[in-house]
């Protein structure tokens, strides 16, 4: 396999550091997308937003003669789901008790979906995992948003970070949680393009 210029289209702390974990080498751009959705299913959802977040990196990227035939784009957005709501990042402390405190004693679904451009093709793909929380006192949900972790998380909450000491177990990706497939990644990758990074 040739080299491989990954961009990762997303601003996400967590996600930069699944793929430094990897070893594998990246650089972040962002550009700026609606990602207003009316499609009810998570996971259509989810690989609609991603691909239009790598579209529009692509097309910065083009705007700037910045693309090469080793530019490989990845995209990524997540998204928590309890009884057909969608719990997206909180808008305030209130949102987040709010959120917490639906997830409290349940289980509940998490959407990742990933877009990947390379040389003029597209390809999209998701992971569903199930993720259950143990029953929360109010005043274990109030310590957990003091804490300023669930903001900027989608379903206000962070599995990697405090939010562990409540979740009992999960049927699925561990990493789908965090906020990257990278089981999913990397046959998608294999797949579609031939490239295992």
């Keep these: 396999m040739s080299y491989i210029n990954l961009i990762l289209a997303s601003a996400s702390p967590r996600r930069r550091e699944i793929l430094s974990t990897l070893g594998i080498p990246f650089t972040v751009m962002t550009?700026?997308?609606?990602?207003?959705?009316?499609?009810?299913?998570?996971?259509?959802?989810?690989?609609?937003?991603?691909?239009?977040k790598c579209l529009a990196v692509q097309a910065l990227l083009q705007k700037n003669n910045r693309i090469t035939e080793d530019t490989l784009i990845l995209a990524s957005d997540t998204l928590v789901t309890l009884d057909g709501i969608f719990l997206g990042k909180p808008a305030d402390h209130e949102d987040a008790r709010r959120m917490v405190n639906m997830l409290s004693g349940r289980g509940h679904t998490v959407a990742s979906g990933i877009a990947l451009w390379y040389r003029g093709k597209i390809v999209t793909a998701h992971e569903l995992t199930t993720v259950h929380f143990a029953p929360m006192s109010r005043q274990e949900i109030d310590c957990y948003v003091a804490t300023e972790e669930p903001m900027g998380k989608a379903g206000a909450y962070a599995?990697?970070?405090?939010?562990?000491?409540?979740?009992?177990?999960?049927?699925?990706?561990y990493f789908n949680v965090v906020g990257?497939?990278?089981?999913?990644?990397?046959?998608?990758?294999?797949?579609?393009?031939?490239?295992?990074?």
Excluded at 180 to 197: C, G, M, Q, S
């Design 31 to 52: 550009a700026e997308t609606d990602e207003a959705c009316e499609l009810s299913q998570p996971g259509a959802r989810v690989e609609e937003i991603s691909k239009r």
């Design 159 to 173: 599995i990697q970070g405090n939010a562990s000491r409540y979740i009992t177990g999960i049927e699925g990706d």
């Design 180 to 197: 990257l497939p990278v089981r999913r990644l990397y046959t998608t990758l294999k797949e579609a393009f031939n490239i295992t990074l």
